[in-house]
């Protein structure tokens, strides 16, 4: 799946949650207006793309220290474009592992 499919897939709501890696189901709850549930979703994840994601939505609610402290558990750098280009990426970055697993 790409970035465009899974944009697809949410607009018709046409994925299956079960198959989602944890990051992707949070960042999908995300997109569809529930930051709630995407929080609740990584709240004890505890690998580095949850981390990533983790990250994004405390920066999304402005929360700068805590995304700051996701942003290290992730090893990746603190985002400095918009919250929308952001997710963007991290979604593409996530799919992309999807497919050098399969």
Not at 9 to 34: E, F, M, R, V, W
Not at 53 to 65: C, F, P, Q, T
Not at 76 to 101: A, M, S, Y
């Amino acid at each position: 799946m790409n970035l465009e499919e899974f944009k697809q897939a949410l607009t018709n709501a046409q994925i299956s949650l079960t198959s989602l890696p944890t990051p992707l189901k949070a960042l999908y709850h995300d997109k569809i207006g529930n930051w709630d549930a995407a929080h609740e979703i990584l709240e004890h994840a505890i690998d580095k793309n949850s981390a990533w994601v983790h990250a994004y939505l405390h920066r999304k609610e402005g929360d700068i220290n805590n995304a700051r402290y996701w942003y290290r558990r992730s090893g990746k750098p603190e985002f400095q474009g918009e919250l929308d280009e952001e997710c963007e990426h991290i979604t593409t970055q996530l799919l992309l592992n999807i497919k050098r697993v399969i």
